[in-house]
């Protein structure tokens, strides 16, 4: 795409060098002219537009070799009444703005625009807990409001609630995971399926209310999710059709008991039983939560780096992962659920799933078997809805400069899937020189393939490598059936085409409908 000039201090920086680039067909006295607009309504101190202020808003971890995911600075508001005064210079310069609720997508771009040049909206400074109603066990949430405020919030005010979250849950939003329609492990893990009720800000200034919340005098818009007429709420997910101010969820009671457990299978082959194992008793709800298929390699790069594990010539190979998950005390693939409710009802569960797990030859380990393995206490952890950091350890993985890119499709939550897609996704990443290092999430009847490409961002020849493995993998994956339910803002486009014409022309003329100037978040999902 083409680039507009950067500003004069950093003019003789290389694209790459950069930290920011000015939006595309805006000339330096266009932006310099937006940036005063924009400070007189936020202040001076929350608009950045120098290259120091706009590192943050630049890491990716993502390959970005032709710096295709710049942006021009950022703008923190602090209310519904500046994010409309924000739209309505946007649209007066046609800035485009790139939403973000705390930027910590990791895999898929963190903070990074689709395109270059978008001014990333940070809505950190918008983080109140705005209601939190103690009988319904709901809360309505500003963006910038992390799951561990959301903790915290639960712990000093001794409610009975668990919260879902997703890996890394600390320090990302309950809101911009369940727009992008993250997931978790708990039986609340399905995010969007527990939201309820949004505030939207659109391109105009409109501000919408979805379900029940406009209604006069109401109390029921974190009860009902429906309302009337078309429901609205999931064309603002994945989405650049308005900007989310407000958001309702579903919190889950504290269970009186909870047990998880580890189902430890040997072989790489043994995924297809497990998965048709879990299918059913995710289906009659035996198995209440969002159970987690960990591959070896996917757990210990959480905790190694590579040359911890391996020194040698090209991928680990198998026997090597083998020995290592022996040592750790993990098989090649562990699986995750667990039991919720009172002892009497966990003790009539636990044997039906222990004997079903058994007959595939695995081990099914308890707590008391496992406390203290780190591997283990990681899953434990997320099942209860606890924080983790964990899984940020994988862009260590080749070391300081690591980058990660996460791949996720989906399939049927059928064994002969996961023969499939582990077989297509070693072939592809082992001939570009990475390790498959996967997970899959079995959801009510669909497996998420969560595979993170590894790489080192330091070395360009390696970034390339991990830019045109994913491409190999999304389009073959894709020729299969097989696409993904979410993408990087480097492979939107690609993963939209396959979703088809008639989806992209619906999407484009909502678009037009709502935002004509395309000023929020263009290429999101592939929508121009
Ligand atoms: P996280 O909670 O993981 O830090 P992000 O804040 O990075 O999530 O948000 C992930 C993506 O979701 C963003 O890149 C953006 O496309 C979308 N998004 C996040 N917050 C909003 C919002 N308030 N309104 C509209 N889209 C949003």
């Known amino acids: 795409m083409a680039i507009g000039g950067a500003v004069a201090s950093t003019a003789a920086l290389t694209p790459l060098a950069r930290a920011r680039m000015m939006p595309q067909d805006m000339d330096r006295d ?58 309505a210079v946007a649209n007066r310069y046609r800035l485009p703005l790139w939403p973000i609720s705390t930027g910590k997508n990791m895999g898929y771009g963190m903070a990074t625009p689709a395109s270059s040049g978008q001014m990333i909206l940070d809505l950190k400074r918008m983080n109140r807990i705005l209601d939190f109603d103690a009988e319904l066990g709901t809360i309505l949430v500003e963006p910038g409001v992390t799951y561990q405020q959301i903790h915290d919030y639960i712990e000093d005010n001794d409610l009975p609630y668990w919260i879902d979250v997703p890996t890394v849950g600390p320090i990302v939003s309950m809101m911009g ?18 939201q309820c009720g949004m505030e939207v800000v659109l ?18 818009w974190q009860a009902f999710k429906w309302g009337y007429g078309p429901y609205l709420d999931g064309i603002f997910t994945q989405s650049n059709f308005g900007i989310v101010t407000k958001l309702g969820m579903w919190l889950m009671p504290r269970p009186p008991v909870y047990k998880p457990f580890m189902v430890r299978s040997p072989n790489v082959e043994d995924v297809a039983a497990i998965t048709d194992t879990i ?79 058994e007959a595939t030859g695995a081990d099914v380990l308890t707590a008391a078997e496992m406390r203290g393995n780190p591997y283990f206490e990681h899953n434990e952890t997320l099942m209860r809805g606890g924080m983790t950091l964990e899984e940020k350890g994988l862009v260590r993985w080749w070391g300081r400069s690591g980058g990660a890119v996460a791949f996720a499709p989906v399939a049927p939550a059928k064994g002969v899937e996961t023969i499939g897609q582990t077989e297509l996704a070693t072939e592809i990443m082992n001939k570009w020189g990475f390790d498959y290092a996967p997970a899959y999430a079995v959801g009510g009847r669909e497996l998420h393939h969560i595979i993170f490409l590894m790489f080192d961002k330091g070395d360009d020849e390696h970034s390339a490598k991990a830019e045109q493995c994913m491409e190999e993998m999304i389009t073959r994956f894709g020729e299969r059936g097989w696409a993904a339910y979410r993408s990087s803002v480097s492979t939107m486009d690609l993963v939209a085409d396959q979703y088809g014409a008639a989806n992209r022309e619906v999407n484009a003329r909502i678009k037009q409908a709502l935002d004509p100037n395309h000023i929020i978040a263009p290429g999101k999902q592939g929508i121009a």
């Open 30 to 87: 266009q932006f310099v002219a937006v940036v005063r607009e924009l400070r007189a309504i936020v202040g001076e101190d929350w608009v950045f537009a120098d290259e120091a202020s706009t590192i943050s808003y630049r890491k990716s971890g993502i390959p970005d070799l032709r710096g295709e995911h710049i942006p021009s600075g950022a703008v923190a508001p602090a209310s519904v009444e500046q994010v409309q005064a924000i739209l």
């Open 177 to 194: 995971n369940t727009l992008e329609r993250g997931v978790g492990y708990t039986p609340y893990g399905d995010h969007f399926f527990m």
């Open 203 to 220: 391109a105009d200034g409109t501000v919408l209310k979805t379900g029940m919340g406009s209604i006069e005098n109401g109390n029921t």
């Open 279 to 357: 299918r059913p008793f995710r289906m009659n709800n035996l198995i209440p939560n969002g159970v987690l298929i960990m591959g070896a390699l996917y757990q210990m790069s959480m905790f190694n780096s590579r040359a911890d594990l391996w020194d040698g010539e090209g991928v680990i190979p198998l026997d090597v992962i083998q020995r290592h998950a022996r040592a750790n005390d993990i098989g090649m693939w562990n699986t995750f659920y667990a039991l919720y409710g009172t002892e009497e009802m966990i003790a009539a569960m636990e044997p039906i799933l222990t004997g079903a797990f």
